[in-house]
């Protein structure tokens, strides 16, 4: 079945460096998403990447999506304590109808300050 | 204001003793799912419905069972066969191609 592999599994920085968590799916996407769960919450939705070699931005928050639509990126440019969590990339095989959402291990940031 | 409600929050279990989790959403989403988080390892799927009397068994659905007989209600039993119990527990739900839309989970304590 599909798999979904997310590294690194931890990252810890410091307050205004960078971050990077990547994912890569054993079998060709046809959208992924990322979610956000903080210490102790649920996870949150952030964006979702539907187009080979797609690119989007959210303020200091860029997802990249692979061309050949089996890996995915977040980056976070200058850290800030409001960014701790676990990041989780997930990914739809196949077409629009099937509904089961394949989610990576997630890679838990913590920033200090 | 629309949602997913999860309850209870905490839920203490002695072992062998079957639990009901509930799940009950207000926002008119076709498909529901489980979900099961352990540390480290990411959110692994139960069960999901796609629509009402439908379900179908995720990745890890040994010792677990659920019904849909409501469109706005998904339940889970955490059975006395489930070997390992203890987690936290999320319900989500979605419509068509939208995210999913996470409850805030219940957190189950067996011992």
């Known amino acids: 079945g599909q798999q979904v592999m997310q590294i690194p599994q931890y990252q810890h920085v410091q307050e205004g460096e960078d971050f990077t968590t990547y994912c890569n799916s054993s079998?060709?996407?046809?959208?992924i998403q990322w979610y956000k769960q903080r210490p102790g919450g649920h996870p949150v939705f952030l964006i979702q990447l539907v187009k080979s070699g797609e690119v989007k931005k959210q303020k200091r928050l860029t997802f990249q999506f692979g061309e050949a639509k089996k890996n995915s990126s977040l980056h976070i440019t200058a850290t800030q304590t409001t960014d701790v969590g676990t990041y989780f990339c997930a990914g739809y095989e196949g077409g629009g109808s099937n509904y089961k959402l394949t989610f990576g291990k997630g890679t838990l940031l913590t920033v200090n300050p | 204001d629309g949602g997913i409600t999860q309850s209870p929050k905490y839920l203490f279990r002695k072992e062998g003793q079957n639990v009901t989790l509930s799940c009950e959403q207000n926002l008119n989403h076709d498909a529901m799912y489980w979900y099961r988080q352990d540390p480290g390892q990411g959110l692994r799927l139960i069960y999901y419905s796609q629509i009402v009397n439908d379900f179908q068994k995720g990745d890890i659905a040994e010792g677990y069972s659920v019904s849909r007989e409501k469109k706005e209600s998904f339940p889970l039993t955490v059975t006395s066969a489930q070997k390992n119990p203890t987690a936290f527990y999320l319900c989500?739900?979605?419509?068509?191609?939208?995210?999913?839309?996470f409850g805030n989970g219940t957190r189950l304590t067996v011992t």
């Open positions: 989500a739900s979605r419509v068509g191609g939208s995210p999913l839309h």
């Open positions: 079998t060709t996407l046809s959208n």
